[in-house]
C-alpha cells in the first residue's frame, strides 16, 4: 500500500475529528512523515504521523489506522474511506484488537523504528486485559484496558519530554498518591537518524523524540469532577434537592495545595522578578490580541481586560512560580473512592479524595511553554473558571429558568470560596500578591476558552463570553 493511497483520503477525515485544531476547517495539505506497519494481515494496522496545512498553520498528527476487507458495523463510526484496492481504512484507536497490538508492544519494549515502546521501571502490565475506546477528547484519544490501566494517544505530539508522562512519574516516584502513576508510553524517535543500538535502558524523552501515547493507571471506581459537579447542579434544576457540593470543592482546594506542594519538592520552585512579570503581561495581551481575530464578540471587552493586565506591572510584586498543572479544570481530576465507575449507570457520589489528571498543560500552547514554571495560581484560576463554567454551563441549559439561574449562581461562589479555603488550609494562604493577579489570570483562562469553543463548541461560546463581560465592567 502507498502513502498517497492513505494521503488522499485524510484531508476529508481529518477535520471531522474532535481532536483535530480547528474542527470544520478544509485541509490544504496533507503529507504522511512517517508509515510504519505494526502487523500484517487482517486486520492490518499502519501507524501514521501525518502533517497537516490549514490556513497558515502547519499541524503534526498521529494516525494509527486499521484496514479490513470488509468493516464490522460497530466500527462504521471509525470509518476513514476504501482504499483503491477495496479495503476499508479506518480509525484503529476504535478497534480492541489493534489497540492490544499497541499494548502488547509497550509490555514488551518493541522496536519499530522509528516507534519505540517502553515501560516504566517495576509496571506490570496486563497484555490480555480486554481494551474499550473512550469518547475522543480534544487532543487525544484514549482506551481503557480492563480496569487497570488506560492509554492515551496523543493526538498532536510535540518533540520533547512530555510533561504529562514527565510530571506524574516524578510524583509517583516521590510517592504520591494525587496522580495516575505511568505504566508505561509509545514515542516517535528522530525520523532522520538511523537506528541507533541503545547502550542503556530505554527511557521516554531521548533527544529528538516525541512522546505519542502513555500508559497509566486507571481508576475504575471514578467519577470525573465535571459529572460530579454537574450532578450537583442538576439537583438545583429540580428545584428541591440539595445541590451543595461545596464539601467537595473544599478536598478539591486541599488536593491542590498538596500537588503544588509535591510539585514543588519534584521540580523546585522560585520567584519572577519585575522584568519577567512585564514580558508575562506583554505575552497576555498578545494572546488577547489574537484572540480577538478569532472571536470578534471579544473586541467590546479588550480594553478592559488590558488595562486589567497592565495594572499587574505597577504592583512591583515578586509572584512564587514553579511547574505547574497548566490545564486545571474540573473534567482533569477524578473523585475516587466512591464515585461511580467510568460509564456506570449509578448516580454519582460524592468522592473521599481526588486524583489530578493530564498534566499537559493546555494543547494550543508550545510544549516549551508547558513546561516552564509559571504562578501556582494559573491553576488556581482554572479551577474558579471551571465551577463557573459549570454553573453558566447549567443556566445555558434551561435560559427560561430564573430560579435555576440564581441557584446556579449561589453554587459557583459555594464552591469558589470553599475551593480557596481549602487551598489556604493546607497552603497557610493564597500566594502573595493574589489578588489582582488571580483576577487577570481568571480573565486570560476565559479569553482561552472563548478561542476554543468558537474553534470546537460555538454553542457553548457564550459562556466565557458572559464571565469576560462581568469581570470586564
Known sequence: MTQSALADLLPAWLPAQRWFAGSGSTVGQSDITSQVTLADGEPELVHLMVDVVVGQDRVSYQVPVGIRAALPAVLEPARIGALPDGRIAYDAAADPELTGILLRGIAAGRRAWPLRFGTEPGAIVDVHAPARALPPLASNTSVVFGDKAILKLLRRPFAGAHPDLEVPAALARHGSKLVAAPLGWIELTGCGQSDPVLAHPMQAGEPGSSVLAILS????????????????????????????FSGQARLLGETTARMHAELAAAFGASVLPEFALTDLVDAMKTELAQAVRVVPELRAHAAAVRACY?????????????RIHGDYHLAQVLGTEGGAGHGGDDPPRSPRRWVVLDFEGEPSVPLARRRA????????????????????????????????????SAWVRACQDAFSAGYADVAGSIPRGSRPLLRALIL????YEAVYEARHRPGWLPIPLAAIAEASR
Open 310 to 322: 497592565d495594572s499587574l506591572t505597577a504592583q512591583g510584586t515578586q509572584v512564587p512560580v514553579q
Open 217 to 244: 493507571v486507571f481508576f475504575a471506581d471514578s467519577t470525573d469532577g465535571w459529572s460530579l459537579a454537574t450532578a450537583s447542579l442538576r439537583g438545583a434544576a429540580d428545584h428541591g434537592a440539595d445541590p451543595d
Open 373 to 408: 514554571f509559571a504562578p501556582p495560581l494559573r491553576d488556581i484560576a482554572g479551577m474558579l473558571r471551571s465551577f463557573d463554567y459549570a454553573g453558566r454551563h447549567e443556566a445555558l441549559s434551561h435560559p427560561d429558568d430564573r430560579e435555576l439561574a440564581g441557584a446556579a
Open 444 to 447: 486570560q483562562k476565559a479569553v
